[in-house]
T-cell receptor, first 113, second 111 residues
Framework: KAGVTQTPRYLIKTRGQQVTLSCSPI?????VSWYQQTPGQGLQFLFE???????NKGNFPGRFSGRQFSNSRSEMNVSTLELGDSALYLC????????????FGPGTRLTVL | DAKTTQPPSMDCAEGRAANLPCNHS???????VYWYRQIHSQGPQYIIH?????ETNEMASLIITEDRKSSTLILPHATLRDTAVYYC????????????WGAGTKLIIKP
């Protein structure tokens, strides 16, 4: 099976702009989670979607939003970018079995100038 | 906050077994122990998970103490490619398996 794919892999934006990142989960996986990773804060949970519904949300401002489509592909959007949004954004997909093991994509490296 | 405690760094000689400890003294009965690793600038990679029994797969073995308050990940024959940050995480269906990440252990395999 193909793994989790994320596009684009690298992105450079300026403050105030908005950005949309895309994640395609492993075929058959219906849950998609998003994480932000920075050197100072480590890996932090953003939100999780299952069957097009947001089930969990981390402690991030409303500028961070996401959605999931009927084919389980997911997008996350960050509006009004700030310098502190520079990070590696990771997407993980999982099945709905009892252990829900998550499989991660390579990430999108976002740089805000 | 992360519910696990791990040493910040460890060294291991190439070819030897790497034993990475994790303390999860507040683990509840329905929480699984997961191990992931992250090689520099890549997405985390799933290694293994367990509930109460010891587990083994092609990558590693997971030993969970009888009281479930701690566990050890064993890489039986470490190679230079095993140099990475290793994360121990506990999660359960109650939280929809939301993973809360600590700082992990930076494992350096030395030739």
């Amino acid at each position: 099976k193909a793994g989790v794919t994320q596009t684009p892999r690298y992105l450079i934006k300026t403050r105030g702009q908005q950005v949309t990142l895309s994640c395609s989960p492993i075929s058959g996986h219906r849950s998609v989670s998003w994480y932000q990773q920075t050197p100072g804060q480590g890996l932090q949970f953003l939100f999780e979607y299952f069957s097009e519904t947001q089930r969990n949300k981390g402690n991030f401002p409303g500028r961070f939003s996401g959605r999931q489509f009927s084919n389980s592909r997911s997008e996350m959007n960050v509006s009004t970018l700030e310098l502190g949004d520079s990070a590696l954004y990771l997407c993980a997909s999982s099945t709905i079995d009892s252990t829900d093991t998550q499989y991660f994509g390579p990430g999108t490296r976002l740089t805000v100038l | 906050d992360a519910k696990t405690t791990q040493p910040p760094s460890m060294d291991c000689a190439e070819g030897r077994a790497a034993n990475l400890p994790c303390n999860h003294s507040t683990i509840s009965g329905n929480e699984y122990v997961y191990w992931y690793r992250q090689i520099h600038s890549q997405g985390p990679q799933y290694i293994i998970h367990g509930l109460k029994n010891n587990e083994t797969n092609e990558m590693a073995s997971l030993i969970i103490t009888e009281d479930r308050k701690s566990s050890t990940l064993i890489l039986p024959h470490a190679t230079l490619r095993d140099t990475a940050v290793y994360y121990c995480i506990v999660a359960s269906m109650d939280s929809n398996y939301q993973l809360i990440w600590g700082a992990g252990t930076k494992l350096i395999i030395k030739p």
